[in-house]
């Protein structure tokens, strides 16, 4: 076994504090990675709080990894010693499913057993921890290379944001000549305005922030609609050919199938806690759809983060040290952050 150090939760109402736990020794195609950044997802805090109802204590969170190879089992051919890569939210998958052969993981016909964190890690039957840590082992296959020209720790987040809404984005066909439509400026939602706007598509934010208002246009929206103002949301009345809704707490979202074009589609990409209530004659009335997204497959995370490499596209990140987490989180909640927290992981060391 690997002894590691990291930062968990040993309850859903306790703070993260620093602790030790095991990982598998390196297996056959398997690297070791020294963690250098980790970013912040809101999903670390449903997951840390219980919020969803299948969290096993001590929880380790973080599933936007970046880091350097540390050592590699003999049957890995695809990286090497030093190199830099990344994890993102699933560390393995069935692989013989429909879906796995697909190259579309995250909808593996087992279910969530591969995740970074909230999974199990099959080799020693233990729940699987994520990347508040010093290192992670993972089999190549769901290792990710990071380009060379993205800063590393502004690169992070697209492991977790980046990808879960690149998928959506290129599934629902985002691009020049499209109106997309994205809800809720935080963590997912900027990457969502950065990568819609790179694809070429009409970007447009909704936003219950008036302070964010500039921020969103500086990256890349063109409209910038306050979705609390019934007069301002009156104005886009069926315009959108995609919204991607990327809130994380209950909310009405009614108001927006309205502005969405015959046929269009909303997607759910925000996890809240609760079932939202729904109703349902906006969508009969003009054959719209209201669908779900789950991050993306492994094929699909690296050419996001080529696609990312060629634009020149990260996330806007605030760096902390790991003894601030808890403190990170209180301010998520506030969806004050702008707009991703990256945890620089030497603190952990100097813890
Ligand atoms: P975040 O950084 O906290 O951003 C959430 C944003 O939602 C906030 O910045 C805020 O934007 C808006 N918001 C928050 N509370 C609101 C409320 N009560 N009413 C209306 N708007 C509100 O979170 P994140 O990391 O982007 O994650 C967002 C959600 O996606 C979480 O539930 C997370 O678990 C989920 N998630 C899903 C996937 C997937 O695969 N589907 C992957 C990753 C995360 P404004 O200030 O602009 O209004
Ligand atoms: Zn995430
Ligand atoms: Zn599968």
């Given at each position: 076994m690997l002894i590691c150090t990291g930062y968990g939760a040993a309850s859903p109402t306790e703070a993260l504090a620093p602790l030790t736990f095991n990982r598998r020794d390196v297996g056959q195609n398997d690297i070791?990675?020294?963690?250098?950044?980790?970013?912040?997802?809101?999903?670390?805090?449903?997951f840390a709080r219980d919020e969803w109802h299948f969290t096993q204590y001590p929880a380790v969170p973080g599933h936007e990894i970046v880091g350097r190879v540390k050592s590699v089992g003999p049957g890995v051919t695809k990286?090497?010693?030093?190199?830099r890569v990344g994890v993102g939210c699933m560390v393995n998958s069935c692989r013989t499913c429909p879906s796995c052969q697909e190259g579309l993981e995250q909808y593996c016909a087992e279910g969530l057993t591969g995740q970074t964190y909230g999974g199990t890690d099959k080799v020693i039957n233990e729940p699987s921890k994520g990347g508040y840590s010093d290192k992670i082992v993972v089999?190549?296959?769901?290792?990710?290379?990071?380009?060379?020209?993205?800063?590393?720790a502004a690169a992070a987040p697209l492991l977790c944001a980046g990808i879960t809404l690149y998928s959506p984005l290129r599934h629902w066909g985002a691009g020049p000549g499209k109106k997309v439509g994205i809800i809720g400026l935080g963590g997912l939602g900027h990457m969502g305005v950065k990568l819609a706007h790179a694809m070429g598509a009409e970007t447009a934010l909704f936003t219950t922030s008036a302070s964010k208002v500039a921020d969103a246009k500086r990256l890349g929206a063109s409209l910038v609609i306050l979705s609390k103002d019934e007069?301002?949301?009156?104005?886009?009345?069926?315009?959108?050919d995609l919204i991607i809704d990327t809130v994380s707490a209950s909310h009405d979202l009614s108001p927006f199938f309205g502005l969405l074009k015959r046929d269009a589609t909303m997607v759910q990409v925000g996890a809240p806690e609760h079932p939202l209530p729904i109703s349902v004659f906006p969508l009969l009335m003009r054959?719209?759809?209201?669908?779900g997204s789950?991050?993306?497959g492994i094929k699909e995370t690296q050419e996001m983060l080529d696609f990312c490499g060629k634009h020149n596209i990260t996330a806007d990140v605030e760096m902390i040290n790991i003894q601030q987490i808890n403190e990170a989180y209180e301010r998520m909640l506030k969806s004050d952050v702008k707009y991703r927290f990256c945890i620089d992981m030497k603190s952990l060391k100097a813890a």
């Open positions: 070791e990675i020294e963690i250098e950044y980790c970013g912040v997802c809101h999903s670390d805090i449903h990286y090497k010693v030093g190199e089999d190549e296959n769901f290792v990710l290379r990071i380009p060379e020209n993205l800063d590393p007069a301002q949301m009156a104005e886009h009345a069926e315009s959108f054959r719209r759809s209201f669908a789950m991050i993306g």
